[in-house]
C-alpha cells in the first residue's frame, strides 16, 4: 500500500455533501458532514461553561447547512417553525456525520 503523502492529503476529497428534501415544505436544503477541524470546535463548545447544547445545535446547523446558509438570525426563524421538519434536519446531519440516535439536544 503506498504511504500517504503531503501532495495526497492536499488532493484528498472533503466531506460529503447531501440534500435533504423537506416534502413538508416543498424545498430541499443542501447539508456537509463535519471535518475534523469542525469537530474540533463543536467539540470545544461543549467545555464552554457559557454553552448548552442547543448552543451546539445551532453551530451544527451553521457549519453543516450550506445551501441557504444560515446565521442566527434565519436560525431563530426556522426554529419558529415545525420542529419535527427543524429534527430532520438534524437526523440526516447525524447520519451523514455517522452519529446515530435522536436529535433531541439532551444528545448533544
Do not use: T
Not at 38 to 64: I, P, S, T
Not at 67 to 75: F, K, Q, R, S, T
Not at 77 to 88: R, W
Request: proline letters at 3%; a negative charge.
Amino acid at each position: 500500500m503506498k504511504r500517504l503523502s503531503a501532495d495526497d492529503i492536499k488532493n484528498l476529497p472533503s466531506v460529503p455533501e447531501e440534500d435533504i428534501e423537506l416534502e413538508e415544505w416543498g424545498f430541499s436544503v443542501k447539508i456537509r458532514g463535519i471535518n475534523k477541524a469542525m469537530q474540533v470546535h463543536l467539540g470545544k463548545m461543549l467545555n464552554n461553561d457559557d454553552a448548552d447544547a442547543f448552543d451546539y445545535q445551532r453551530e451544527l446547523l451553521k457549519v453543516c447547512v450550506i445551501e441557504p446558509e444560515l446565521d442566527d438570525e434565519l436560525i431563530d426563524q426556522l426554529y419558529e417553525k415545525d420542529s419535527k421538519v427543524i429534527d430532520k434536519i438534524f437526523l440526516k446531519i447525524n447520519e451523514l456525520n455517522g452519529v446515530g440516535g435522536s436529535a433531541e439536544a439532551e444528545q448533544f
